[in-house]
T-cell receptor
Framework: QQQVKQSPQSLIVQKGGISIINCAYE??????FPWYQQFPGKGPALLIA?????SEKKEGRFTISFNKSAKQFSLHIMDSQPGDSATYFC???????????FGTGTRLLVSP | DTEVTQTPKHLVMGMTNKKSLKCEQH?????MYWYKQKAKKPPELMFV???????INESVPSRFSPECPNSSLLNLHLHALQPEDSALYLC??????????????FGPGTRLTVL
């Protein structure tokens, strides 16, 4: 119930293409879903986050799509660039709980 | 200032050493976190401090001892560690205000190697 399942484990996308990473959760009490980007040897950086009262949130080239009935959410990176090559983690939490439940991570490689 | 800073960046220690990791934030956040991250894995929560009081201990071995001297500082004291404790140790902070933003901001981490 506390798990967040993330796929794919790794992803190779051509420069200019669309990168799509998917996450699924079971606990319907989750009400906050952030995505983090992590470069090797660095800490995770908050990329974008969504709450379940909206179905989509866009910030620049990054979009979260949220499907409450399916208990799924995804990150879309438009016009992917080599500088986007990193590990991406989805996460979830619920009101009143400080703990973030992380997905297993996706290693994205954008080829030039 | 929207930064969480951590020192040192790298630390190598023997199993009998005592060392400390330090974390600092000046965003006025009242919750601070310690995470451990192994290679190719997500961060794993260790401790949470809320308003300078320990609110969560994820059954972490006593060789890790957290301390929150004030609302801006978080320390992690290390003693008698094992080689399997080698990892990236991350500090994070968040507002911890009821109904407020829940974003956690991470520091760059301390790369710990236990020999």
């Amino acid at each position: 119930q506390q798990q967040v399942k993330q796929s794919p484990q790794s992803l190779i996308v051509q420069k200019g293409g669309i990168s799509i990473i998917n996450c699924a959760y079971e606990n319907t009490a989750f009400d906050y879903f952030p995505w983090y980007q992590q470069f090797p040897g660095k800490g995770p950086a908050l990329l974008i986050a969504i709450r379940p009262d909206v179905s989509e949130k866009k910030e620049g080239r990054f979009t979260i799509s949220f499907n409450k009935s399916a208990k799924q959410f995804s990150l879309h990176i438009m016009d992917s660039q080599p500088g986007d090559s990193a590990t991406y983690f989805c996460a979830a939490s619920r009101t009143g709980f400080q703990k973030l439940v992380f997905g297993t991570g996706t290693r994205l490689l954008v080829s030039p | 200032d929207t930064e969480v800073t951590q020192t040192p960046k790298h630390l190598v220690m023997g199993m009998t050493n005592k060392k400390s990791l330090k974390c600092e934030q000046h965003m006025g956040h009242r919750a601070m976190y310690w995470y451990k991250q192994k290679a190719k894995k997500p961060p794993e929560l260790m401790f949470v401090y809320s308003y300078e009081k320990l609110s969560i201990n994820e059954s972490v071995p006593s060789r890790f001892s957290p301390e929150c001297p004030n609302s801006s500082l978080l320390n992690l004291h290390l003693h008698a560690l094992q080689p399997e404790d080698s990892a990236l140790y991350l500090c994070a902070s968040s507002q911890d205000r009821s109904g407020g933003p829940r974003e956690q901001f991470f520091g760059p981490g301390t790369r710990l190697t236990v020999l």
